[in-house]
């Protein structure tokens, strides 16, 4: 069993429609304190009465092998819901999906937990660092490793 | 007018109320303030500098 070390004890990840398939919905997966995850999947943008499936994998992007978390019905909503227990750390799971049944072949979302394991990085700066002749209008552009949070102050980025 | 920060994607943009000073150095700082989707903080400040040009271009030399 991998030691939990500074790993996150509650996570959120958005499920990210796959191929326009507009299933959406979010997964919401808990460490517990003596191992083992709790995984709840709430999906939406379904067909009502449809069978789908979840999966967990150790890919970040739904791919490779992978292990069930179970099946559900759509309702007449177009939600489904699923909740799940599964023996795997937090830290050891890279992402979870959705499946259209009968052969849950199809991948519809996939939301990509493994992410959340690692902490954003900025990869590249506008200007870059030690640059000269600037514009004196210039806006300040930063592309991190992935998308953040929106801020309303500017204590996160200052001159 | 205020700084602004905007967001496109992992793009963050910060747009100063006005113009910077010309020929001025300048220093620019990502805190760990700033988060992903998840919450989770950079795991350290990003700073970098840069300096400004001339203000106004001088034509007919």
Known sequence: MTGFGRAPHHVKVPLVPVDGSGVTGFVQLTQLPHGGTNINVVVTHLTPGKVYASFYYESSDCSAAHDPLGAFTAHNSGEGHLHAKVDDNLNQIGSVSVRLGPDFGTLLACGAVGAVNTAPIVRSTFPVNGATGVAIGAKLTATFSEAMLPRRSTRAASL | ?61
Not at chain 2, 21 to 44: F, N, Q, S, V
């Open chain 2, 1 to 61: 007018m205020t700084d602004t920060v905007s967001y496109a994607g992992v793009t963050a943009t910060f747009t100063p109320a006005g113009n910077l000073a010309p020929l001025t150095a300048y220093t620019a700082t990502i805190t760990t303030e700033a988060r992903d989707l998840a919450g989770k903080a950079l795991a350290k400040n990003v700073v970098w500098s840069y300096s400004t040009w001339a203000a106004v271009w001088c034509e007919g030399w």
